[in-house]
T-cell receptor
Framework: KQEVTQIPAALSVPEGENLVLNCSFT??????LQWFRQDPGKGLTSLLL?????REQTSGRLNASLDKSSGRSTLYIAASQPGDSATYLC????????????FGSGTQLTVLP | GAVVSQHPSRVICKSGTSVKIECRSL??????MFWYRQFPKQSLMLMAT?????????EQGVEKDKFLINHASLTLSTLTVTSAHPEDSSFYIC??????????FGSGTRLTVV
């Protein structure tokens, strides 16, 4: 059974800092991995999707890497802003799982002005 | 991109009543809809998968008689929480299955049972 772990559970940084969020998964037979942002009481916003054949994806100040063999992914946020404050979730899709996602427990990020 | 409309966004109901949550695919047809729930400070957990024209499949530990799922058309899937209790208070969210055109989620429903 796939398990997804995110460390740290919570993180507080001053504005302007670069930061890294970590995600690990136990079954490397993934189809893809996705990072989401969730604001309190709201739905999910997809940030980056990395296919199993890719090693990284970039969007603006965000960069996500994937090391399938070690079962790890990182989300790098450059020059953090208070508006980045949210919970960040990673989710993996196993091969043949018809889009069922296994989510990590999330990292709650607070960027202090 | 694909859009899923989920309603209501928030609902407060009394214990023992039933609540229906709808997810509509606005610009595509969804033969499958995944329903997740999220308890406070926990991650999203898959509850069940609805399939158009057939019975839903439920994850282990999810009561099928309590969480009624209907997928009567290719654009509408509903989740009805029957005889709701305070422990059913949670955040419910849907996402369609099907073609790999990218993931889209409903906006979620915050259910509070008092």
């Amino acid at each position: 059974k796939q398990e997804v772990t995110q460390i740290p559970a919570a993180l507080s940084v001053p504005e302007g800092e670069n930061l890294v969020l970590n995600c690990s998964f136990t079954d490397s037979a993934i189809y893809n991995l996705q990072w989401f942002r969730q604001d309190p009481g709201k739905g999910l916003t997809s940030l980056l999707l990395i296919q199993s054949s890719q090693r990284e994806q970039t969007s603006g100040r965000l960069n996500a890497s994937l090391d399938k063999s070690s079962g790890r992914s990182t989300l790098y946020i450059a020059a953090s802003q208070p508006g980045d404050s949210a919970t960040y979730l990673c989710a993996v899709r196993l091969r043949g799982s018809a889009r069922q996602l296994t989510f990590g427990s999330g990292t709650q990020l607070t960027v202090l002005p | 991109g694909a859009v899923v409309s989920q309603h209501p966004s928030r609902v407060i109901c009394k214990s023992g009543t039933s609540v229906k949550i709808e997810c509509r695919s606005l610009d595509f047809q969804a033969t499958t809809m995944f329903w997740y729930r999220q308890f406070p400070k926990q991650s999203l957990m898959l509850m069940a998968t609805s399939n158009e024209g057939s019975k839903a499949t439920y994850e282990q530990g999810v009561e099928k008689d309590k969480f009624l799922i209907n997928h009567a058309s290719l654009t509408l899937s509903t989740l009805t929480v029957t005889s709701a209790h305070p422990e059913d208070s949670s955040f419910y969210i849907c996402t369609p299955g099907g073609a790999d055109y990218g993931y889209t989620f409903g906006s979620g429903t915050r259910l509070t049972v008092v």
